[in-house]
């Protein structure tokens, strides 16, 4: 008897457990309207900057109170796809990379927000901007942190190989890198980011594009494995097979790329904004200060006769409203905010603005004079912009992009040749795109 | 006889009610999970979120068994669990030996072994691929120095070899858990035996094989077991260390089940993939109950 | 009693320590070198074994509140306090609860004892990943998320299988005629447990203490996706946090993951005399 009541009392508290997780508690807001935004720890502008920004904005509307949060990177996306699992959802506000985009949208984590752009938004915002928190012709928010690679190179190295200038096209870097060796002065003049990651598409997209080349064609299939893809990609193998790109690049980052660099054991490297203060100014992270310059990216001689003057990759992000939020105005007040002409303008010291008009005249100076570094990148950011290429907005890209980070790692530790590995990525992105 | 029967049951009794705390914790927080898991697996989901939207049956766990890239985890899979786990216990038993053995030195030697588990695997994952590093590591630092490479060396370039050190960076954080569980294992031994043993003019080695060993059974045993479960679903530290490169040469089953769930926002595919995974971790745990397990064995 | 031992056999057996204690130390000396760095230092070739101009700048970034750029690094304390509270009550509820639910399962035979142990492990076969988003939203509901509770329960989930596995395997070597006498004398299972089960076996005890322990402080998946502020974030995420988008501040990670071995290693110290052995069989019998 006792025993079958001690297995009555188990069943219970097992079923009391689970049932006081099957109910949900309903809340209604009171008072002000709380909403909570996640974005980005370090990079851009400081958590101290954003609260500042956060306080004034809730001094301009006291109805409305921001609760921000801020998770490094690498922790982002993981963390907004479980937040958007519950209901509702942990974020109303939160910050996009460019590749989740589609994803985002497809899994309706975001809301569409064509219909809050104004006029002078779209007239002033870089184009290139705009390609970030587009999917399908739609707007999914208003872009936050602009980035892409730029061309860096030591000045030092160049010179003492004889060149005054950086090259203009990927063959001339080839020349100019076969002199470096020559001489002695670096062992591998090249280095780049193509590890098993996001990394190593954004470098082949910024060579991809430079040889005339796109990732997908006009009916949105695959075109990677086309001549000018196996052409990249054949380029890229044969610059480590002749000893001119450092052939660590298969296991290196973007770090690992500042590091080489920052050694002084590169002439040459692809990187993004971040890279430029800490090898040019900062002595505790760099041994080439002062000796780094910046120069439109290259394209190949093939490209340039094509007419492409330069080609980049898009890296930046965005701010969006969660579709399920029950603050969606409040939410999209404070991005507005966020990114207004003046806010933008005002926070510029570690962050550059998404407004075209902010870098002409004395704005422009404004920028510049926010630190060293400022001085000489905002106005490269403008030059390169207009090149950024965007990838792919498919909800499945993730997993696309992976099965081409395979294939170009398939080819680079030559288990496959590129045509093959370049293949059998198109037709698993082919497969993706018709589930 | 009656008697007999009544203490019996007052003993099954207790016995269940000193299980039950330890039973509601672990499931009343795995359960449900565990449930909605198995069920999502067979279900296809919408994109990211864990709602179903169709009915797949068992199509998620034979699109797997028909793939080869599954096949290629598990093998590349078996080979971490296998390599590091087989190291760890030579290792861990070397050194629990030596430990009770008790040489010069012997406790400074059992604090250090605290300090590499200690080290939190995200450290102990970024500390390795700066020491590989081909450009600035320490390895290569060393083994320069010491005349053995004559250039720097891509360590993490070709597929088999980052495996290889990923192993490497993988036991020496957890050498020294097999080295403590059997050491205290050794403490326990009375030492009655071993002197009997000595006494009737058995070599050290046929004392080690011959009483040690058998005693030590259950703890291997359980070393094996937690190690092993452990090591099949490795995850952190090939997150940091290679991020599944080159080539997918050091994608593990959990790192596929990490892409599947959060990369690629299949949640029907990752739980199908999390249970074939359990399906794997108890053959191994059968496997090594079933040679290993000897409940009647008591000194 | 014990075998003397000669002086050759020490130094044969020194000179096998030495490899080991040179595999233990090689990583953390450099570790050590590494937190202590300018990355131009780290950078350099060939390798400044001996940092030419050693900083202790992260140290004092991440313990002087204040001093530091960045908000993360100040945090550091109190990601360590929540860190210590969270393995700290793990450790404790997995033993005395664990330890009880090993002493049942393996001392007192009644039916399905060993499929249960067996069993136990069962939770712990399935991947992280694939649990995490259900327990978030069971999380949610509990309104559990961001608080030092949800890890704990759902470390102890983990934690506990193992910890009953080995308590279980210590337990069972000890011989039953002792059990058996005390019971003759009247004793029930808290006297059993608490007079002889845990004397004897005080370094498995202690050592599956420690292996809880480390297991919690350790853990970075759960703790990553649970805790959003200062409430409840550990020392792993806090650590994880030195590295951004692209950046990684390596010296500060390294700086980090020193402070994190150091309160498992003293507590190693403390605890150390009863791990080393504990008292035999044959000292509980007479």
Request: aromatic share 12%; charged share 15%; net charge neutral.
């Amino acid at each position: 008897m006792r025993k079958e009541t001690k297995w009555i009392l188990i069943v219970t508290m097992l079923t009391l457990l689970v049932s006081l997780v099957g109910c949900q508690s309903q809340q209604q807001p009171t008072g002000p309207v709380t909403i909570r935004v996640f974005g980005m720890d370090q990079a851009a502008m400081t958590p101290e900057e954003m609260k500042a920004i956060a306080d004034e904005f809730m001094q301009k509307n006291p109805d409305i109170k921001v609760e921000l949060e801020f998770a490094a990177y690498d922790a982002m996306h993981d963390k907004i796809i479980t937040a958007m699992a519950s209901t509702p959802p942990s974020y109303d506000v939160f910050e996009v990379d460019d590749p989740w985009y589609a994803e985002f949208v497809k899994a309706g984590y975001l809301v569409d927000v064509s219909d809050r752009i104004t006029d002078k938004m779209k007239a002033d915002v870089f184009k290139t901007a705009w390609d970030v928190v587009t999917v399908d012709g739609k707007v999914y928010g208003l872009p936050w942190l602009l980035d892409q690679k730029y061309f860096f190179y030591n000045k030092q190295i160049l010179q003492q190989a004889g060149f005054n200038e950086p090259p203009k096209t990927w063959e001339e870097l080839i020349d100019q890198a076969k002199v470096i060796k020559e001489k002695g002065l670096v062992e591998y003049p090249i280095v780049w980011s193509w590890a098993q990651a996001e990394a190593a598409i954004c470098d082949w997209v910024t060579l991809l594009y430079g040889n005339g080349g796109t990732f997908l064609d006009k009916d949105g299939k695959p075109a990677f494995n086309n001549e000018a893809g196996v052409q990249t990609l054949t380029w890229m193998l044969q610059t480590m097979e002749d000893g001119y790109t450092n052939p660590a690049s298969i296991s290196y980052l973007e770090e690992d790329v500042r590091n080489v660099f920052s050694q002084g054991k590169a002439a040459f490297a692809l990187n993004w904004n971040y890279m430029f203060d800490l090898a040019n100014f900062n002595q505790q992270e760099s041994q080439v200060t002062g000796q780094v310059g910046v120069a439109l990216i290259p394209v190949f001689k093939k490209g340039a006769e094509m007419g492409v003057v330069s080609s980049s990759i898009n890296g930046s992000m965005g701010f969006g409203v969660a579709a399920k939020s029950p603050n969606l105005d409040a939410g999209w007040k404070f991005i507005e905010y966020l990114t207004s002409e003046d806010v933008q303008l005002r926070y510029s010291a570690h962050m550059l603005p998404m407004w075209q008009t902010l870098f002409q005249g004395d704005n422009l100076k404004k920028l510049e004079s926010a630190s060293p570094a400022a001085a000489v990148m905002a106005s490269a950011f403008s030059a390169q912009f207009p090149y950024a290429n965007v990838r792919p907005r498919a909800a499945f890209y993730p997993e696309g992009s992976k099965a081409l980070q395979l294939a170009l790692q398939l080819a680079l530790t030559k288990q496959k040749t590129p045509q093959e590995a370049l293949d059998e990525a198109a037709a698993k992105w082919l497969e993706l795109s018709q589930k | 006889m009656k008697k007999q029967e009544t203490l019996r049951q007052r003993d099954i009794r207790t016995a269940w009610m000193l299980i039950l705390p330890s039973l509601l914790i672990i499931l009343g927080i795995t359960l449900q999970p565990i449930l909605t898991t198995f069920i999502l697996s067979f279900f296809e989901t919408s994109q990211g979120q864990i709602v179903p939207t169709e009915f797949v049956g068992l199509s998620h766990y034979f699109n797997f068994i028909k793939d080869p890239i599954f096949w290629a985890t598990i093998k590349r899979t078996l080979y971490f669990t296998f390599v590091s786990v087989a190291l760890e216990l030579v290792l861990g038993l070397g050194i629990a030996q030596l430990i009770n053995s008790h040489p010069p030195g012997w406790k400074f030697l059992r604090t250090s072994l605290i300090i590499p588990w200690a080290v939190p695997t995200i450290v102990n994952g970024f500390m390795w691929r700066w020491i590989y590093n081909a450009d600035y590591g320490a390895l290569n630092g060393l083994l320069l120095q010491l005349g053995v490479i004559k250039h720097y060396v891509p360590w993490l370039i070709a597929p088999q070899r980052a495996m290889n050190l990923v192993i490497l960076a993988d036991i020496w954080h957890t050498v020294p858990f097999v080295a403590l569980i059997l050491q205290a294992a050794l403490a326990t031994i009375p030492e009655e035996l071993e002197e009997a043993a000595a006494v009737d003019g058995a070599t050290s080695w046929q004392r080690f094989v011959r009483i040690r060993l058998p005693l030590l059974r259950p703890a291997i045993l359980v070393a094996l077991v937690i190690r092993s479960v452990e090591a099949f679903r490795v995850f952190d530290i090939i997150y940091v260390t290679t991020n599944g490169g080159p080539a997918f040469g050091t994608v593990t089953i959990s790192f596929l089940t990490y892409l599947e769930t959060f990369s690629y926002g299949h949640i029907g595919n990752g739980s199908a993939l999390s249970f074939l995974i359990s399906l794997f971790t108890m053959g191994l745990a059968y496997i090594y109950i079933r040679f290993l397990y000897r409940p009647e064995v008591n000194p | 009693m014990r075998v003397r031992r000669s002086t050759r056999r020490n130094i044969w057996l020194f000179l096998v320590t030495i490899p080991v204690l040179v595999f233990i130390y090689a990583p953390i000396t450099w570790l050590l070198i590494s937190s202590v760095s300018t990355r131009a230092e780290l950078l350099s070739v060939p390798i400044h074994w001996i940092p030419q101009n050693p900083t202790l700048k992260n140290y004092l970034d991440i313990l002087t509140p204040g001093t530091s750029t960045s908000e993360v690094a100040s945090a550091f304390k109190i990601t360590l306090r929540n860190s210590l509270f969270i393995a700290t009550s793990v450790t404790i509820i997995s033993i005395i609860i664990g330890g009880i639910a090993a002493y049942a399962l393996v001392r007192m035979r009644f039916p399905f004892s060993q499929p249960l142990l067996i069993g136990l492990l069962g939770t712990r076969m399935i991947p992280e990943v694939s649990l995490i988003i259900p327990l978030y939203i069971l999380a949610a509901r509990l309104r559990l998320l961001n608080t030092p509770y949800i890890l704990i329960l759902t470390y102890l989930s983990f934690a506990l299988p193992f910890a009953i596995w080995l308590m279980a395997t210590f337990f069972e070597s000890i011989p039953y005629e002792l059990e058996d006498a005390a019971r003759i004398d009247g004793a029930n299972w808290l006297q059993i447990i608490y007079r002889i089960i845990v004397p004897i076996s005080t370094p498995g005890i202690v050592s599956t203490a420690l292996f809880v322990f480390l297991t919690a402080w350790d853990e970075f998946f759960f703790a990553l996706i649970f805790t959003n502020t200062l409430a409840a974030k550990t020392v792993p995420v806090a650590i994880a946090e030195f590295s951004g988008r692209y950046v990684v501040d390596i010296s500060a990670m390294m700086a980090g993951g020193v402070l994190a071995i150091l309160p498992p290693v003293l507590l190693a110290l403390v605890f150390q005399r009863y791990i080393v052995s504990g008292l035999t069989a044959g000292a509980v019998k007479s």
